[in-house]
C-alpha cells in the first residue's frame, strides 16, 4: 500500500513491487500442487496507479490470478473517484491498471452501474458477493441477481461468518 495508509503499514511502490515477485518466486520455487499466489493489491484507495499498473503486469507475466476490492461503500467509491478524476468510474481505475482479467476476483461490488458491470463482464472477471462482511459494516447489499442477469460471474465469500 502506497497511499492512505498508516506509515508501519505502507511502503514504497517500489517495494512492494520487489517483495510480491520475491514472495511469488519464492512460492514458485516451492511448486504446491494446491498453494499458489495471488496479487493483492488492497483497494484502489491505497494503492496509487503505478503499484497498480505493476502488480497488474506481475500477474501477466506469471499468469496469476488477481483479488482486490470494488465499490463496498459509498464513502470508498467518492475517494476513489477523487484519486483519480480522469476516470468515469471505480471499475476504469482497475481497467486502466491492467487490473481486470478472467483471473480477477472483486470483493463486494455493491454499488455498480451497468456500464461498470459490463466491463467486468467483458474481461471475464468475477464479483465475490460478501454478504456477513456487507451486512457487519452495513455497507448495502449486493444484487446478485443483477449480476447474473447481466453475465456477470458472481461467487460468494465465506469471510467473517465464523464469527455469526
Same mark, same amino acid.
Given at each position: 500500500?502506497?497511499?492512505?495508509?498508516?506509515?508501519?503499514?505502507?511502503?514504497?511502490?517500489?517495494?512492494?513491487?520487489?517483495?510480491?515477485?520475491?514472495?511469488?518466486?519464492?512460492?514458485?520455487?516451492?511448486?504446491?500442487?494446491?498453494?499458489?499466489?495471488?496479487?493483492?493489491?488492497?483497494?484502489?484507495?491505497?494503492?496509487?496507479? #503505478?503499484?497498480?499498473?505493476?502488480?497488474?503486469?506481475?500477474?501477466?507475466?506469471?499468469?496469476? #490470478?488477481?483479488?482486490?476490492?470494488?465499490?463496498?461503500?459509498?464513502?470508498?467509491?467518492?475517494?476513489?473517484?477523487?484519486?483519480? #478524476?480522469?476516470?468515469?468510474?471505480?471499475?476504469?481505475?482497475?481497467?486502466?491498471?491492467?487490473?481486470?482479467?478472467?483471473?480477477?476476483?472483486?470483493?463486494?461490488?455493491?454499488?455498480?452501474?451497468?456500464?461498470?458491470?459490463?466491463?467486468?463482464?467483458?474481461?471475464?472477471?468475477?464479483?465475490?458477493?460478501? #454478504?456477513?462482511?456487507?451486512?457487519?459494516?452495513?455497507?448495502?447489499?449486493?444484487?446478485?441477481?443483477?449480476?447474473?442477469?447481466?453475465?456477470?460471474?458472481?461467487?460468494?465469500?465465506?469471510?467473517?461468518?465464523?464469527?455469526?
Amino acid at each position: 500500500m502506497t497511499v492512505n495508509c498508516e506509515s508501519y503499514y505502507g511502503e514504497t511502490g517500489q517495494e512492494s513491487l520487489q517483495e510480491t515477485e520475491r514472495f511469488v518466486e519464492e512460492m514458485r520455487k516451492k511448486n504446491y500442487s494446491t498453494v499458489q499466489p495471488i496479487i493483492t493489491p488492497r483497494f484502489a484507495v491505497t494503492c496509487d496507479m #503505478p503499484l497498480m499498473t505493476g502488480l497488474a503486469e506481475m500477474a501477466r507475466k506469471y499468469d496469476l #490470478p488477481i483479488q482486490t476490492h470494488l465499490s463496498e461503500n459509498l464513502d470508498e467509491i467518492a475517494t476513489v473517484k477523487g484519486m483519480n #478524476p480522469t476516470c468515469r468510474s471505480y471499475t476504469e481505475i482497475y481497467e486502466r491498471a491492467g487490473l481486470l482479467t478472467n483471473k480477477t476476483l472483486l470483493a463486494h461490488g455493491i454499488h455498480l452501474d451497468d456500464e461498470e458491470l459490463d466491463v467486468i463482464r467483458k474481461h471475464g472477471a468475477s464479483i465475490i458477493h460478501c #454478504p456477513s462482511s456487507n451486512c457487519f459494516l452495513q455497507s448495502g447489499v449486493c444484487d446478485t441477481m443483477r449480476l447474473l442477469d447481466k453475465n456477470v460471474n458472481v461467487g460468494k465469500s465465506r469471510s467473517h461468518e465464523e464469527h455469526w
